[in-house]
């Protein structure tokens, strides 16, 4: 027996949990199923993407005990394009001057 957690947030700072004991041999795919997560949030269980500990992993991959499954959802936002606006919001606006008036 292995006994995982499986988690999913499907939104910003919403984390659902479930812990299962599954039989040995049990793959990220078999513990996505029976924790019933891909079913209560309408998710197509073979176009996720998981990972185990923080580490994206395949759906084949067999479990071992204490793993936890994390499932992945899209960003919103590009990380990188997120800075940027921050950025934007953060910085002074500059007085406009002038053309011609030094610097």
Request: proline share 5%; net charge positive.
């Amino acid at each position: 027996m292995a006994r995982v957690e499986v988690l999913y947030s499907a939104a910003a700072r919403q984390v659902e949990s479930v812990t299962l004991d599954l039989p040995a041999a049990s793959t990220v795919g078999d513990a996505l199923q029976a924790s019933g997560l891909p079913m209560r949030h309408g998710l197509a269980v073979d176009a996720l993407q998981c990972g185990i500990w923080g580490r994206r992993c395949a759906l084949s991959r067999v479990l071992r005990d204490g793993d936890r499954v994390e499932v992945y959802r899209a960003l919103a936002v590009d990380p990188k394009q997120a800075r940027r606006l921050r950025y934007q919001a953060q910085r002074p606006l500059k007085e406009k001057r002038p053309a011609g008036t030094g610097r």
